[in-house]
């Protein structure tokens, strides 16, 4: 099968917008392309989120940081600011599940927002049930 040389044309031609397209806009590309490698989470950079709070689908969470120390140690997130009124999904609060290389960079009682998911449940004397898996945190 014969490809006609017009449509040969063509396809170069828009082949060659779409690369100046993506010079031109270098930077929202590249901005785009991190939020595609955040699982859709929302952008960083010019978003707020609440003090406390978290996505419909818990994709994302913003409370407070804590650290236990006993068991071996674990960090928390409260996502609720008033405990006397905890009427959300997990009480309010989730264990951390976090590299090192993502935490160190907190500390105890800090701001966060955290991304990723609630992957299940473990029972611990000094840390809540839910644990959430954490891919990337920052500071709020």
């Not at 170069?12 to 806009?25: E, Q, T």
């Not at 270098?26 to 996505?55: A, C, M, V, W």
């Not at 000094?126 to 644990?131: G, H, L, S, T």
Request: one cysteine or more.
């Amino acid at each position: 099968m014969r490809i006609p040389k017009t449509i040969i044309a063509l396809l170069f031609l828009v082949s060659i917008s779409l690369i100046f397209l993506l010079i031109a806009k270098k930077d929202t590309f590249i901005t785009e392309l991190q939020n595609l490698s955040r699982n859709n989470y929302p952008p960083l950079i010019n978003r707020s989120y609440p003090k406390y709070g978290h996505s419909e689908d818990f994709s994302w969470v913003a409370g407070k940081l804590t650290y236990n120390s006993l068991e071996g140690g674990c960090w928390t997130l409260h996502f609720e600011e008033d405990k006397s009124t905890q009427t959300e999904e997990y009480n309010g609060i989730l264990s951390l599940k976090i590299a090192n290389n993502l935490i160190t960079q907190f500390k105890n009682n800090e701001f966060v927002v955290v991304y990723g998911k609630v992957i299940g449940q473990k029972f611990s004397m000094a840390c809540p049930p839910n644990i959430y898996e954490v891919s990337d945190i920052t500071a709020n």
